[in-house]
């Protein structure tokens, strides 16, 4: 009687082993995300996208004091830097933590370098084409010398110099990393029948040179003053 009991005791005991070791555990959450940024420097929107299991809550903390309990959040960094994201999942099996960085840096803009030529001096009134040889430069400034309110933004620019002269040009290129300035001087324009005049002067300096006469001292006058006239 007592080895029947025993080995009753013994079978009830096999068998209620056997049940707590058929049920399943629980498995542990995993933890792990990419994440995709819209740019490289700031202002950049970062999406994140979580690859955890077995998980039923999120906390997301972004590094740069931002949070989210989303699972798959986005993020936007309005300043560059290094960032130390960090998502933590709590599921039944427990909770688990990851973090991984996010740079992001400034773009470096190289200035730009002003530079021109130009071709057209003569003789005013004078049409003179301005050629941009600029680099890296996003917008450009002309001040063609001869009034205040003679400038222009075009790349390249034609100006037209009613009155003869010299006059100093200058371009200022401008980009996003800065903006440089270059200068052509003097550049020269003579006046509507200086060319003429002179001609006529070097005349009369001969003639009145070999020819004492009144009469032609007195007609190289007259067309001393016509030609300074003109």
Avoid at 1 to 30: E, G, I, W, Y
Avoid at 83 to 108: D, E, I, K
Avoid at 205 to 223: C, D, I, N, P
Wanted: charged content about 5%.
């Amino acid at each position: 009687m007592r080895k029947l009991l025993f080995a009753a005791l013994v079978f009830m005991f096999v068998v209620s082993c056997s049940k707590k070791d058929s049920t399943p555990a629980t498995p542990a959450p995993t933890v792990s995300f990419t994440y995709t940024k819209s740019s490289n420097s700031a202002p950049s929107n970062v999406q994140f996208t979580s690859t955890a299991t077995n998980t039923t809550s999120y906390a997301w903390d972004f590094g740069d004091g931002s949070s989210s309990t989303n699972a798959n959040p986005s993020h936007t960094y309005s300043s560059n830097g290094t960032f130390n994201v960090t998502l933590s999942v709590t599921g039944a099996g427990g909770s688990a933590t990851t973090s991984s960085q996010v740079v992001l840096t400034a773009v470096v803009i190289t200035p730009p370098t002003a530079s021109f030529n130009y071709s057209g001096n003569g003789v005013a009134p004078s049409t003179v084409t301005f050629t941009n040889t600029s680099t890296n430069a996003t917008s450009y400034s002309w001040d063609f010398g001869d009034n205040n309110n003679n400038t222009s933004t075009s790349q390249n620019a034609t100006h037209t110099y009613l009155a003869g002269g010299t006059y100093t040009v200058t371009l200022t290129a401008t980009n996003a990393g800065g903006s440089n300035t270059t200068t052509i001087n003097n550049i020269p324009f003579t006046k509507p029948g200086g060319q003429v005049a002179g001609i006529l002067m070097e005349l009369d300096q001969m003639f009145t040179f070999k020819f004492k006469t009144r009469a032609v001292t007195y007609y190289l006058m007259l067309v001393h003053q016509i030609a300074f006239l003109m």
